[in-house]
């Protein structure tokens, strides 16, 4: 099996494919964010959120439905940011306040398929 990289522009991002490209369900994203560090959260948060736009830009050229490997990975570490900005954003730390852990989610989105 091939390694499937980034698409050029976004190698900015491949400190994070081993941590978000992977993970192919929110409740799998969500759980990530509760193990990690606020530290690496922040991280992310920073590399990934002003170039947001541009990363939309490039996926917009594409059907979401049958994205390029490269960018169905680019695609799986963006939706990291979900997570990611709500402990930055938000909560100041990886994990609910006053929520067990660890805990999940379970959200539904009728008609979609994750790569």
């Known amino acids: 099996m091939s390694h499937v ?19 192919r369900t929110q409740d799998e994203r969500y759980r990530k964010r509760q193990e990690l560090a606020q530290g690496e959260l922040e991280a ?22 049958a994205l390029p490997e490269a960018e169905a990975l680019l695609f799986r570490v963006v939706l990291g940011l979900t997570e990611a900005s709500q402990a930055v954003e938000i909560f100041g730390q990886p994990r609910v306040p006053h929520a067990p852990f660890p805990h999940s989610v379970n959200m539904e989105w009728a008609g979609y398929q994750p790569h």
């Open 44 to 65: 992310f948060h920073a590399a990934l959120a002003p170039r947001l736009e541009e990363v939309f830009v490039h996926l917009d050229q594409f059907d979401p439905t």
């Open 5 to 23: 990289s980034l698409p050029d522009q976004f190698a900015f991002l491949e400190p994070f494919v081993a941590t978000w490209g992977a993970l």
